[in-house]
């Protein structure tokens, strides 16, 4: 039987999900295909982030789209450490008990956004459901120390759904992100295999909730595809999401990290994206990325730079 190992700490990465029954991986299609970190530009990134002390979730979810984006010196930041108390079927993060917050962790991340140069960082963590507040006043500190240390820089956050933590997202919209994310993930029918801590209409909740208390401040989320969902529930989820007054909407394909992971059941095809995107932007989206290498992340600054001139161009209608 296989058992996921971290090389690091030399113990199972996915304890969890060691016992359970192995999917089969199905060859990636010819779509699906990505060139090897070999970059100075990527090397340059890894050093920074490593001189740090920092996490990356490029590297701990183990983004197909690192090269690329490293060698541009584009990293998405992960904070509080790289244990998840969760443990969602999809996802490559470790599960386990975190260890105690890094206070200096802030500064570290607004010193590394500051040497890389960033025009815009993107900031996700782990779920920290073992701390009162889920981790929210780290967000807040971390955006505080960013915007110190580079105040031209603009930030958006990935955040976890803060289940049960009262206050949590008043305490990290308070702090000002210009792009306030957090990812549905699936669709409804598909919460207790995926990701079965969650809980969909929870996550719908938080994203309305922030533009109750910021209107003026871009709201983001983000679904995989190919994960045994049906069409009509992807277009169901999509007026979910504007019922929200949601701006901006992801679609990537799931990518099975391990045999342990839960199973691509098929790869949506680079015409079914483009299907997608074209009935998003019909029902008011301001910003549609919808391909088979798409990730929340990818391309976040130029993507934020459009999502502007979008609502621009919306009100001058």
Known sequence: MAVIIDTLASRPRHPEKAHRPDNAVLRKPDWIRVKAPVSRGYGETQRIVKENGLHTVCEEAGCPNIGECWDKKHATFMIMGDTCTRACAFCNVKTGLPGALDPNEPAHVGAAVAKLGLNHVVITSVDRDDLADGGAAHFAQTIAAIRAAAPTTTIEILTPDFLRKDGAVETVAAAKPDVFNHNLETVPSRYLTVRPGARYFTSLRLLQQVKELDGQMFTKSGIMVGLGEERNEVLQLMDDLRAADVDFLTIGQYLQPTRKH???????????????????????????SASPLTRSSHHAGEDFARLKAARLAQRGR
């Open 262 to 288: 839960h199973a691509v059941m098929r790869f949506v095809t680079p015409d079914e994206f483009k299907a997608y995107e074209t009935v998003a932007y019909a029902k008011g989206f301001l910003m549609v």
